[in-house]
């Protein structure tokens, strides 16, 4: 029986980490969403746009070749240098903050006021959009992406809990590296939004727009620069997510899972993202791992939002949403 | 000169409640029909019929569904998918057990099963609003799909995993099943289209319709005058669920024949709807229409222009096609953000005073 239970306890570590990856990409669900009221479904795409243009910076791949090449009968596809991790991964982030620029500019200025489902819509647009971009951009073939984290079984904690136990946990370095990734990003923005002036002109947006725009913050700055911060997350995601299981279509799948994480945890709040994240994470992985058998596996599809939607019949505001007052 | 109110006087209370109290709008809509029942079947072509009639016309009954749901009722849901599955895979069991039975009352009796799946999921809603109950629509696609795939009993223990319409007649002629000429299936789909939308547009115009709409502007507000939110819902998530059941049963059963069911009914497929209904007008029976038109013509169209005018690659044309679907959707809803539906009323508006600007 202490086998079994072993296993449970690692299937618990590994579902956190997965959490963790899951708490990532709802956490830029949450930092629009609080802050200009978009349910923003793009979330995932930007994650895999991001990967992709991190990718094709770094290996010099020639942007629109396969289209250049289909219209002029040319033969281009890559410049020939290989850029360092750091380096592509600060020009991405310019990426991204000009993609910010330019859905904010085109998009969302000429939609302010309407209703959320339109919103919402224009944002599944922008997923089609971005998606079909990336694919003509970078070209839709799976690619590895390889930015210097450790990858693999961690052997240090294998050792000391076999040591301890009698039993080696598996624990992959990527999701420890993850982990903390996450951790300092979720500080760093904690911070930012407490601290910095921007940060808190952010959440005076968030509380009420028009009050904010009265006592002169800028919409439009603000809406800006809460989508690149979004960006910068969903780059961050993208490089876990890519790393993890390379760069592909299926990435941009992960927005799915990252919704009930956001029913979860309530779609205004950061930390919500976080707990919400770690349950669903824990949650999914004890599921398949219990019961799963029993039913024919693959419930993680479903289980996340079945346990959302039954949590939510008791509490509709998610964990840590703010309670939802009622007027006529 | 066409679009005229003035000297079509109305005598009676039935002649003034009518679908369409204008003489031209009653004209058009009779010549549609005769053109739809009367030429179209004597001239439609295995590809016409398949690339675009019939899609549109299922299209067109999920759309209607879903309208009734997110655009009178204001319930936003992401599982159409889903419970077209449902439906699909209800007529498909129906039709396995009861050979004898037409396929036309299997598949009505298959709206009703999606109905009460339907209603069940609905239950929620009373206490979940907003996107948290768009979201949580998604744990019906998601679990109903994972449902047909995982239990063979659905799928009537098939090696394949897939279903197959087998072969059905209506009056003689083969409607389902390979040997189906593609005028049968058509006229079958056809007939749905006319009953759903001629039961959707008075559904919504009398007092249940009424109730929806209420819900939808301000649920509060509507439950102080009288409204019951538990009744307005779920018959709203009852007759939309119904409609996209009989939409889900004949896209198996007469247009696709075989269905793997996370390919034909994914979650792609409940956006599609859902952009369907959105580009058409939410809360217009109309747009439902406009918006099953647009969106299977244009990848048609797409299709034609960029693989044979242009001559590209297939790939890139299917990147290049979803670059093409989501900037129009952006540009449709930055320029009107109400659908086809509002640009045909505006068309309205100016044909009642045309030849004069005002």
Redesign the interface.
């Given at each position: 029986m202490p086998e079994q239970f072993f296993w449970g306890v690692e299937v618990v570590l590994n579902g956190l980490m997965a959490g963790v990856l899951y708490a990532l990409v709802a956490l830029g669900f949450v930092l629009i969403f609080k802050a200009s009221g978009i349910?923003n479904y793009s979330q995932g795409v930007l994650a895999l746009f991001a990967a992709l243009t991190l990718v094709g910076i770094m290996d010099g791949q020639v942007p629109f070749a396969?289209?250049i090449n289909?219209i002029f009968g040319t033969d281009i596809h890559h410049f020939g240098w290989h850029l360092p991790a750091l380096a592509a991964i600060l020009l991405t982030a310019l990426v991204m903050v000009a993609l910010a620029w330019a859905v904010q500019r085109f998009?969302f200025r000429?939609?302010v006021g309407?209703?959320?489902?339109?919103l919402?819509?224009?944002t599944?647009?922008?997923?089609?959009?971005?998606?079909?971009?990336g694919?003509?951009m970078w070209g839709?073939d799976i690619k590895n992406l390889d930015v210097g984290l450790p990858q693999g079984i961690n052997a240090t904690i294998d050792e000391l809990t076999y040591q301890w136990f009698g039993y080696g946990f598996f624990i992959d370095n990527l999701d420890i590296s993850a982990t903390l990734i996450a951790a300092a990003l979720v500080t760093v923005l904690i911070l930012f939004a407490q601290y910095t002036k921007q940060g808190r002109a952010m959440r005076a947006v968030a509380d009420d727009h028009q009050a904010a725009l009265s006592v002169g913050v800028s919409l439009n700055f603000i809406w800006i620069m809460v989508w690149s911060l979004a960006g910068i997350v969903a780059l961050v995601a993208g490089i876990m997510w890519g790393t993890k299981m390379g760069v592909q279509f299926s990435l941009s799948l992960i927005a799915?899972k990252a919704?009930?994480v956001?029913?979860l945890g309530g779609?205004t709040s950061i930390p919500g993202a976080i707990v919400g994240g770690l349950i669903i994470g824990v949650g999914e992985k004890l599921f398949e791992f219990l019961i799963g058998p029993m039913?024919?596996?693959?419930?993680e599809?479903?289980f996340a939002?079945?346990l959302?939607?039954v949590f939510?019949?008791f509490r509709?505001?998610?964990l840590f949403g703010e309670k939802?007052i009622?007027?006529? | 000169m066409l679009y005229r109110e003035a000297g079509d006087f109305k005598t009676s209370y039935v002649a003034d409640g009518q679908t369409f109290p204008i003489r031209f709008d009653r004209w058009r809509y009779y010549a549609v029909l005769a053109v739809a029942f009367g030429i179209v079947p004597f001239v439609v072509n295995d590809y016409w019929a398949n690339a675009v009639l019939l899609p549109f016309l299922i299209y067109a009954i999920a759309a209607i569904g879903l309208n009734i749901l997110t655009g009178y009722c204001g319930q936003v849901s992401l599982g159409t998918g889903g419970f077209m599955a449902v439906g699909a895979y209800a007529c498909y069991k129906l039709m396995t057990a009861f050979p004898d039975v037409s396929i036309l009352i299997h598949i009505v009796l298959a709206g009703g099963v999606t109905a009460a799946v339907g209603v069940l999921f609905g239950l929620p809603s009373l206490r979940i609003k907003g996107f948290y109950l768009a979201v949580a629509t998604l744990a019906a696609q998601f679990f109903l799909v994972w449902l047909f795939n995982k239990v063979p009993w659905f799928y009537n223990y098939s090696a394949s995993g897939q279903i197959t319409a087998p072969e059905r007649t209506v009056l003689g002629v083969a409607v389902t099943g390979p040997e189906a000429p593609a005028w049968a299936a058509y006229l079958v789909c056809l007939v749905f289209v006319t009953l759903v939308a001629l039961v959707g547009r008075n559904l919504t115009r009398g007092k249940q319709g009424r109730q929806w709409m209420a819900i939808r502007d301000m649920d509060i507000a509507a439950e102080i005058i009288g409204v019951n939110p538990l009744a307005a819902k779920l018959s709203a998530f009852a007759v939309s669920s119904f409609f996209i059941g009989i939409a889900g049963a004949l896209f198996f059963g007469v247009y696709l024949g075989a269905v793997e069911v996370g390919e034909a009914f994914g979650i792609q497929k409940s956006f599609l709807i859902l952009f369907m209904v959105i580009i058409g007008g939410l809360g217009s029976i109309f747009g439902s229409f406009a918006g099953a038109a647009f969106l299977v013509l244009l990848p048609v169209f797409l299709k034609n222009v960029l693989v044979g005018a242009l001559g590209w690659p297939s790939d890139l044309a299917a990147h290049f096609e979803l670059v093409i679907v989501g900037g129009l959707i952006i540009v449709f809803l930055v320029a009107e953000p109400h659908g086809l539906a509002q640009l045909w009323r505006l068309a309205k508006e100016k044909l009642r005073l045309w030849p004069f600007p005002y």
């Open positions: 349910f396969h289209l289909a998009i000429h939609l309407q209703e959320p489902i339109i919402f819509m224009a599944i647009g922008l997923a089609y959009f971005l998606e079909g971009v694919d003509i839709a799915l919704l009930p956001l029913m779609f039913v024919g596996g693959a419930t599809n479903w939002y079945v959302a939607l939510l019949v509709p505001q998610g939802i009622e007027r006529v | -």
